[in-house]
């Protein structure tokens, strides 16, 4: 069974590379939300196997929809997205529940290789 994907990322443009790296790896990409309110709504709608998270967004930062949903589901699998020089914010997010980090630009190797690791 595909392991089912949640992207979040304010920028459609960064959603839709995501997706399409791991559409094209057999992921099933079940659902897109482009802030951390949007991001725990449809956690709890869809029930990911894994969730992709930016870190800088509008309404809920990426940092603070990881506190929510590992409040509702202490084993979510979360993924951390950020652009170079957020280091600290990174940190804070790994804290925070993240299981590793990608940064922007994505590589699809990085991607790939850091979903794989997540979900064992």
């Known amino acids: 069974m595909a392991i ?3 992207i979040v990322d304010d920028a459609a443009f960064m959603r839709m590379m995501i997706k399409d790296i791991l559409s094209k790896n057999g992921y099933d990409v079940v659902g897109e939300a482009e802030n951390g309110l949007k991001a725990v709504e449809k956690y709890q709608e869809l029930k990911p196997d894994l969730t992709t998270m930016d870190i800088t ?3 809920m930062d990426g940092i ?3 506190k929510e949903i590992k409040k509702m589901d202490a084993g979510a699998i979360i993924i951390m997205c950020s652009a170079m020089g957020q ?3 990174v940190i804070e997010a790994i804290q925070s529940g993240a299981r590793d ?3 922007k630009p994505f590589q699809p190797d990085r ?3 850091a979903v794989r690791k997540a979900v064992g």
Request: proline fraction near 6%.
């Open 101 to 103: 980090f990608i940064v």
């Open 57 to 59: 967004m509008p309404e």
């Open 64 to 66: 603070a929809a990881v």
């Open 87 to 89: 280091q600290a914010m």
């Open 111 to 113: 991607v790939l290789e």
């Open 4 to 6: 089912k994907v949640l």
